[in-house]
């Protein structure tokens, strides 16, 4: 398994080696010096979207990084495979993929058609979206990942129908929503659309039972079918039991399974997450993501999840990557386990921004 405190004192090696103090290193990163000596000492990891950049200031490749040593070229691939193996498994374990299997070709639910968004301003021009075309079946889970700034989360607004494309189309299950009206948007929103946020989104007057049936009660479905819904689909995420409770007397994935009940319960035709393991740790992260999983499995439903999270995005049937407004590549999971499609994210994440270090390919344990 990694060994965190080897790995904090080869960053920390390396980090005096340059002769960087912890602020200057948090600095160049535009993180907190008190995530650096976590770091440092052992008491946690860098967050995945800070290993590349991590890697070119301490001039150190990904596997150098991951072992918490520096690794002779002539070893370098033998040791490749087994670092990466190491770390893969102890973030995700040894789940394997399930093809999914369909009958004849699936519905698309969205489809984007050369959608893009610029923003005028009276002494500037950003084209925050550009040319942006892709299409999600139902029944998929798809990830959008890219830098700050790239441009994924102004397109997740447009798909939501929060903002309107400057050029484009957008069409959810056969609606053409790009040209809404402002006044008919929220009414389109909670007919069609489910949202799962980062910071859960939910009323905290509301116990749990209230949060989730809400959303029913504003869909109009009959008051004797809430309840049954609401407990059924509760016990299927592990909640039932706390469905009294306030969402302050609960933990952070239990809100956020909770988020997810609201958005499923309605049966939108699609659901926007919108960086929704972001304020969780690792492992209840990877609850939250079984969830979402089996939220695709077992009630069919279609996910479009932005994320810059690599251990977030090997959840997914298909990943999308942009940078500059742009969808610059994209990347299906086919029949990969998680282990091998996380290391193939990695390589494409690489290969996006023009890095010089080794990372191996994909390997099947």
Same mark, same amino acid.
């Given at each position: 398994m990694m060994n965190q405190i080897k790995i904090g004192a080869f960053i920390s090696e390396r980090r005096r080696a340059k002769g960087w103090t912890q602020s200057q290193l948090a600095e160049k990163l535009e993180i907190t010096n008190k995530a650096v000596s976590k770091w440092e000492t052992g008491r946690s990891m860098p967050d995945l979207s800070l290993f590349m950049p991590l890697c070119t200031l301490l001039d150190v490749t990904l596997n150098?990084?991951? +072992?918490?040593?520096?690794?002779?070229? !002539?070893?370098?691939?033998?040791? +490749? #495979?087994? /670092?990466?193996? *190491? /770390?893969?498994?102890?973030?995700?374990?040894? #789940? %394997?993929?399930?093809? %999914?299997?369909? #009958?004849?070709?699936? @519905? &698309?639910?969205?489809? /984007?058609?050369n959608v893009s968004k610029r923003y005028e301003t009276e002494n500037s021009s950003v084209l925050a979206v550009n040319d942006v075309s892709f299409q999600i079946p139902r029944g998929s889970f798809v990830g959008i990942m890219g830098a700050s700034g790239s441009g994924k989360t102004t397109l997740l607004n447009l798909i939501a129908a929060v903002d309107q494309p400057t050029d484009g189309t957008i069409w959810v299950s056969g609606q053409n929503i790009a040209d809404?009206? *402002?006044?008919?948007?929220?009414?389109?929103? =909670?007919?069609?659309?489910?949202?799962?946020? @980062?910071?859960? &989104?939910?009323?905290? &007057?509301?116990?749990?039972? !209230?949060?989730?049936?809400?959303?029913?009660?504003? %869909?109009? /479905?009959?008051? !004797?079918?809430? $309840?049954?819904?609401?407990?059924?689909?509760? !016990?299927?995420? *592990?909640?039932?039991?706390?469905?009294? %409770?306030?969402?302050?007397?609960?933990?952070?994935?239990?809100?956020? =399974?909770?988020?997810? +009940? $609201?958005?499923?319960v309605v049966n939108p035709d699609i659901i926007l997450a919108d960086e929704p393991t972001g304020a969780l740790d690792s492992h209840t992260a990877r609850q939250l993501l079984d969830t979402l999983a089996m939220l695709c499995r077992e009630y069919g439903a279609t996910i479009l999840m932005v994320t810059h999270d690599v251990m977030a995005a090997s959840y997914c049937d298909r990943i999308l990557f942009m940078k500059d407004g742009e969808i610059k590549a994209a990347l299906n999971r086919e029949q990969e386990n998680k282990q091998a499609f996380f290391a193939e994210i990695l390589k494409k994440i690489e290969w996006m921004e023009g890095e010089s270090h080794v990372v191996p390919e994909a390997v099947n344990p």
């Open positions: 150098e990084l991951f +072992a918490g040593e520096c690794i002779a070229q !002539e070893k370098l691939k033998e040791k +490749a #495979d087994e /670092v990466l193996m *190491d /770390v893969i498994t102890n973030w995700l374990g040894h #789940d %394997k993929w399930e093809l %999914k299997e369909y #009958d004849k070709a699936p @519905q &698309n639910v969205l489809e /984007v058609e809404i009206p *402002d006044e008919a948007a929220a009414e389109f929103r =909670r007919r069609h659309l489910g949202f799962v946020f @980062q910071e859960y &989104n939910l009323i905290e &007057n509301l116990t749990l039972y !209230e949060n989730i049936a809400l959303a029913l009660t504003i %869909k109009e /479905v009959p008051k !004797e079918s809430i $309840r049954p819904m609401v407990q059924s689909l509760s !016990e299927k995420l *592990d909640i039932s039991a706390i469905l009294d %409770k306030f969402p302050y007397e609960v933990s952070g994935g239990q809100r956020q =399974r909770c988020a997810c +009940a $609201r958005a499923i």
